[in-house]
Every structure is written in C-alpha cells, then in structure tokens.
C-alpha cells in the first residue's frame, strides 16, 4: 500500500518507462486472489487496484528500448491501450536506468586491469604480443606496414599499431596510446551489448564483462577491435539497418579475416526476406510442324524453320534476361549486402595489392607456414606443421560450418555457433580469439557450467606458455592440455546453447547416422487374408 502511495506521487516523467510484469487481455474481476495489482494511468497519474473492470489507458509509457517491454508490444500496439496490469517499482526503474551505466563501468574496468597488467610499469607484468611487436625495428622505427615492411595482420590491425606508435613516440606512449584506444572500443563494445540485450529481450549481466579473458587477452592484441565490429554487425542488422551491418561485418574482416564466417550466416538471414515472386506470362510454344495446307513462308514466320529457331533463339535471351532481373529484384537486400561488406574489404585490401602486391602472397605464406598452434588434433597428428593436419582442420571447419548454416535457430544464436565452429576446427585457436565470443555470450545470457570451464583453462594457456617446457606447442605440454581442456569445454557450451534452442545432439548428425526410431522395429499389425470356402 505504501509503494502504491509513492508511485502516485511520482511526477510523469518518472512513469514513462516502468516493467511490465504480467501483461493480459483478460479484464479484471471482484475478488481476485492475487496479489494487488495495479494499472497506472497517465491522466492523474491514479492507481486502479483489483476490484475495478476494464480501465482504459490511453498513453505510451514504454521505452522502446527497454529489454522487458517485448512482451507488451506483442500485447498492445499503438495509442489505444487495453487492460494490462503492472507491478512497477523503484528498483526496476532505477536498474533499468542503470544498466547501460553498469556495463560501461564493467567493461571500462576491466579493461583497465588488463592495460595495468600488461603495462611496462607493472612488476612483474604479463606477456602480450602489443609489447612483442616493439622488439620488431620497423615498428620503433615508424615505418608504414603493409607498404615499407611486411605485417601478418590484416591492414586495419597494421594501421591501428601504427597509429599508437606514432601517437606515443617512445614504448611506453606506444603502448599507453594502444590501451586507450583499447579502452574505447571496451566501451562502445558494452554499450553495443547493451542494445543488442534490449533487442533479444535478454538480461545484461555485467559480470561477465569482468571474465578472465578479457581481463588476461585484452589489452594484448586487436582480436578486442575485432569483437566490436562483429558485435556493432550483429546489432545493426536486429535494429534493421542492413547496410552499417554490412559496412561493420566489413572492417571485422579487414581486421581478422575470420568474420568471413559470418557473411552465409547474414545472407541466408537477408534470403527469408527477399521479395514475393512476380507472376510469369504463359509463355506459348510455337508449332514444329508445318500444319495442313500452310506453305514453308508461313510456317517459318510463325515458328518453323530458320526463321522459327531465330525467333525461339531471341526468346529465350528474352526470357533468361527477364529472369535475371527478377532475381536481381528479388534478391536486392542480399546483392546490397554482399556488396557493401566487399566494398569496405576491398577499400583496405586494394591499395595494399595496388602498391605491394607481393604482401598478398607473404600473407598467404605466412598463414600456410604457421603451423597449429593450440588446436586440439595436435594431439591426433603430434607434428604441428603436419600437412595432413593442415587438411584435416580445413574439412572439420567446412563440415561444421555448414551444419551451421543449416541449422533452424535465430541469428544470435546463429553467429555464435558459426565462430564456434570455426574455432573448433582451425589450425590456429590462439587464446585471444576468445574474445569475439565473449560479447555474444554476453547478450544470449548464456549461463552454463561449461562456460567457466572454458574461460578458466583459456586463461590458462598463456599463463603456463612459459612455465616448464622449451617448446609449448607440442602435445603433452601443460599449455596444449590447457587447449585440450578449452576446447572440449567450448564444444559442450555449443551442445547447451543448442539444447537450449531447442535442437538435440542426434539431430545434428546426418539422418544416415540417426539411431532409428522405436517405431521402426515395432511389429507391424498382421492383416488376416479371407480364407476361401
């Protein structure tokens, strides 16, 4: 009774956003059992307890924003409002408010545990590959990669090193100018969580922005750069604007290549909803056959002969160009997608290819060369620069990807069971890539054992790298156990999320492989024959 008092005396703006927490058609009746409930009205702001009928409620009080208002958009659109009820308080108000505040300040922190471990100031500090890259001369020397030297990361992590290292001069500006434009892509990543959350309907937790990854990975490398442009993807395509989708699938590709994934992912979401087929004129065949008492002039003017094949020649160019236009028509958005995310790959590829096209082939090279590094058939084929490794890795990436692309669940999901596979089957898994997953885990709210599990032995990895072994790479070593362990718990967070989904782990196999059903062994009824006589 008391807080029904104090929202009565809230000014308006206090009550435009408010949780809905059990919206219904149905009018209220005398005597209802549970517990008050009330209907917040704009005019006069008074509050209608049960024992009242149908209240009208003629205001819009939903932030459109907000994750818990999905439900009451699917009850009452528009201005004319039917009878709901409310359970609005405080707290929720103040939370919701909160919220983006929340995530900002998470990921801001921890973001700036990660630049203060990794610090030269720091005594003793952790190993991070932006730290590495100085020993390199052409990188404290200021010279342009991709252009004065070869660089093995895509342009758009070449362009981000040389900026900070013009920015900061000596190392340690250098390195401080990196970990502030890592701080800002920290927190346009939480606020792009945020919105996506709201989109999905999904509860932010903002402890998860303080998971060991990114803490450990991320002032480290620019897979941080490449978690936010996947992320602000995701986002701009569920707020329908296809085109910055397309444009921020396109710099995540430009700054690791494995955004490529993702692009079947978003086409086939763009192909649900491509145009409604126009409807084709009856097309009419000419005769082949000279009819009863017609001369060779005339059947050839109507179809036969020479000219009958000119014309059924110019018809169907007719016909085959009319239907590329319609297929053009109809697959618009995927053709405009499709081109944009090319056009924003080819802005930072091309120069490169223009003025040094010998970088295209020492990419390529380098990548071939790599060998696997923590990738879980290491301990299959023993030899990390095994060619047969090379090839097995490729068929298990290509095999789960398009399982992937097959499987019937919306487009988060989607994306995170497409890096997933990725990561399952590439020759190189380094620990940072964690991070691409990290923001998707965020907005799914996924909660499951397997996903500490996952986080804690990738943390691992670079924590043991130099403890007790010359040669971390091998199998056998603690950091490759480390890797075994991450994976296997990476593939059971993917089983859950699918579980969750609604998918069984037997439906991913091929129906070949499917145990059969009960039913298929069950006896069949007898039918009795009529006996003669």
């Known amino acids: ?97 909160n919220s983006l505040i929340v995530a900002l300040s998470a990921s801001f922190s921890a973001m700036f545990l990660s630049f203060m471990i990794h610090s030269p100031w720091s ?6 590959d932006i730290g590495s890259f100085w ?108 085109d910055a989708s397309a444009a921020a699938l396109g710099l995540s590709i430009a700054t690791k290549l494995v955004g490529v994934v993702l692009l079947p992912i978003y086409l086939l979401e763009l192909w649900k909803l491509k145009e409604p087929k126009a409807e084709a004129p009856i097309m009419i065949r000419s005769g082949s056959q000279p009819l009863a008492g017609q001369t060779s002039k005339e059947w ?21 160009w009319s239907a590329t236009l319609e297929w053009l028509r109809r697959n618009r958005l995927m053709l405009e997608y499709l081109l944009i995310t090319a056009a924003v790959v080819a802005f930072f590829f091309l120069p490169i290819a223009i003025l040094n096209f010998s970088f295209l082939h020492q990419f390529y090279a380098a990548y071939a060369g ?58 190189i898994y380094s620990p940072q890539f964690n991070l691409m997953l990290i923001p998707l885990v965020i907005v799914l709210a996924i909660d499951d054992p397997s996903l500490y599990a996952w986080e804690v032995f990738n943390a691992l990895i670079i924590l043991t790298w130099f403890v007790g072994t010359t040669n971390p790479w ?18 059971w967070l993917c089983l859950a999320l699918l579980h969750r989904s609604g998918i069984r782990p037997v439906e991913l196999l091929p129906s070949f492989l499917r145990q059969p059903s009960l039913q298929d062994f069950s006896p069949k009824p007898q039918i009795e024959q009529p006996h003669e006589g």
Not at 482 to 491: D, I, P, Q, Y
Request: with cysteine; aromatic share 14%.
């Open 370 to 427: 790599h060998g696997l590094e923590d990738a879980w058939y290491i301990w299959i084929f023993q030899d990390p620069h095994s060619v047969y490794a090379g090839w097995f890795g490729l068929a298990v990436t290509g095999i789960l990807l398009l399982r992937v692309y097959t499987l019937r669940v919306s487009l988060a999901p989607r994306v995170f069971l497409g890096l997933a596979a990725y990561l399952l089957g590439a020759t």
């Open 474 to 491: 091998l199998p056998g070593t603690i950091p490759q156990t480390m890797a075994l362990l991450r994976t296997g718990s990476l593939a």
């Open 135 to 242: 020993i390199r001369s052409e990188i404290h020397q200021g010279l342009v990669p991709y252009f004065n030297f070869f660089f093995e990361y895509p342009p758009i992590s070449g362009y981000i090193l040389y900026l900070a290292r013009i920015v900061g001069g000596n190392y340690n500006g250098y390195y401080s100018a990196f970990g502030v434009m890592s701080l800002v892509a920290a927190l346009v990543l939480a606020w792009s969580c945020w919105r996506v959350a709201n989109a999905l309907g999904t509860r932010l937790n903002p402890l998860y922005f303080f998971f060991p990854s990114l803490i450990i990975y991320g002032v480290y490398n620019f897979d941080l750069f490449n978690a936010l442009f996947i992320i602000l993807s995701l986002q701009f395509f569920l707020e329908d604007r296809k």
């Open 1 to 97: 009774m008391m807080r029904s008092r104090m929202i009565a005396a809230m000014s308006r703006p206090m009550l435009r956003t408010f949780l809905i927490n059990r919206p219904t058609t149905k009018p209220m009746t005398r005597g209802r059992s549970a517990a008050t409930m009330k209907v917040v009205e704009r005019s006069g702001g008074r509050i209608a307890t049960k024992g009242e009928h149908h209240v009208p409620i003629s205001y819009e009080c939903i932030h459109k924003d907000a994750a818990w208002a999905g439900p009451f958009h699917d009850v009452v659109r528009g201005r004319s409002f039917q009878t709901f009820y409310t359970n609005v308080s405080l707290s929720s108000l103040l939370r919701y408010q």
């Open 123 to 128: 005594n003793p500090n952790i190993y991070s």
């Open 300 to 320: 050839g003017a109507k179809g036969g002969g020479y000219l009958g094949r000119l014309k059924k020649a110019s018809d169907l160019l007719k016909k085959s």
